[in-house]
Nanobody, 115 residues
């Protein structure tokens, strides 16, 4: 079955950096687009960044120039490098994949940015 396991969250001061990782299993990782989403307190889940199977990248305007998504197909892992973090980046971050029109999510990892 599809499994996504995120790691790397934590508490960081504004201006700091974190590297999130998501290890995937149960599907052919290299053939699928992968994405990071986040859900802040009292907010809806939103797309943060997406990387296609061909390494085409897309970012939310709010994170452009600060966050970088990448993937390592040999390790079935997608990463989110987050720099210049702001308090408004505080959220639970989820790794996601859509397979046969079904959305799969990991359990999420908490990122808290203090001012």
């Amino acid at each position: 079955q599809v499994q996504l396991v995120e790691s790397g969250g934590g508490l960081v001061q504004a201006g700091g950096s974190l590297l999130l990782a998501c290890v995937a299993s149960g599907f052919v990782f290299s053939r699928n687009h992968m994405a990071w989403y986040r859900q802040g307190p009292g907010k809806q889940r939103e797309l943060v960044a997406r990387i296609s199977s061909g390494d085409v990248l897309n970012y939310a305007d709010s994170v452009k120039g600060r966050f970088t998504i990448s993937r390592d197909n040999a390790k079935n892992t997608v990463y989110l490098q987050m720099n210049s973090l702001k308090p408004e980046d505080t959220a639970v971050y989820y790794c996601g994949v859509t397979i046969n029109w079904h959305d799969y999510w990991g359990q999420g990892t908490q990122v808290t940015v203090s001012s």
